[in-house]
T-cell receptor
Framework: GAVVSQHPSRVICKSGTSVKIECRSLDFQATTMFWYRQFPKQSLMLMATSNEGSKATYEQGVEKDKFLINHASLTLSTLTVTSAHPEDSSFYIC????????????FGDGTRLSIL | GENVEQHPSTLSVQEGDSAVIKCTYSDSASNYFPWYKQELGKGPQLIIDIRSNVGEKKDQRIAVTLNKTAKHFSLHITETQPEDSAVYFCAARWGTSYDKVIFGPGTSLSVIP
């Protein structure tokens, strides 16, 4: 149980392109979803937290107009990197949690984004 | 805010030996401490967690201990196997914001056959 599916697993695109990443909870309702960014050999950096039906809460230093997050249903959240540039290249990982702060987060397998 | 430190950053053990990874946290209000295993190119996988009202929890070869007074928690892996090789992250749920989990910097564990 508690499977989180993230798609696509890898994206390579030209600078200036907008890229959408999907995160789905397959067998539970994800009241809260989280988006992380991970640089090589580093830990996970929380970018934003989203609750279903509400606007996302962004961490300090994360541009909300650059990283658009939508959490329109209890099983789907999307992250759109708008007008991506080479410095946006990274490993993006989502996680999902069902209702209740005692519930653990379950992670997707990440998206490797490479901007040329 | 919460800060989580983790040691060692790299750890090599012989197959069959035990591995111990230690973490400390700064926010005494933190009440939930998960451990994640991340294999290359994949997302983190929850392997065990412990809540602040428990001092120890065990699941087969994996155990976690928590010392709330010292704000320390540790992961113990016994009888290590090559497939245990991965990066392990400890984390603490930030007490003032129950939706936020802060991760440690990670430990790269190598189990040598």
């Amino acid at each position: 149980g508690a499977v989180v599916s993230q798609h696509p697993s890898r994206v390579i695109c030209k600078s200036g392109t907008s890229v959408k990443i999907e995160c789905r909870s397959l067998d539970f309702q994800a009241t809260t979803m989280f988006w992380y960014r991970q640089f090589p050999k580093q830990s996970l950096m929380l970018m934003a937290t989203s609750n279903e039906g509400s606007k996302a809460t962004y961490e300090q230093g994360v541009e909300k107009d650059k990283f658009l997050i939508n959490h329109a249903s209890l099983t789907l959240s999307t992250l759109t990197v708008t007008s991506a540039h080479p410095e946006d290249s990274s490993f993006y990982i989502c996680s999902a949690r069902s209702e209740g702060f005692n519930q653990p987060q379950h992670f997707g397998d990440g998206t490797r984004l490479s901007i040329l | 805010g919460e800060n989580v430190e983790q040691h060692p950053s790299t750890l090599s053990v012989q197959e069959g030996d035990s591995a111990v990874i230690k973490c400390t946290y700064s926010d005494s209000a933190s009440n939930y401490f998960p451990w994640y295993k991340q294999e290359l190119g994949k997302g983190p996988q929850l392997i065990i967690d412990i809540r602040s009202n428990v001092g120890e929890k065990k699941d087969q070869r994996i155990a976690v201990t928590l010392n709330k007074t010292a704000k320390h928690f540790s992961l113990h892996i016994t009888e290590t196997q090559p497939e245990d090789s991965a990066v392990y992250f400890c984390a603490a749920r930030w007490g003032t914001s129950y939706d936020k989990v802060i991760f440690g910097p990670g430990t790269s564990l190598s189990v040598i056959p």
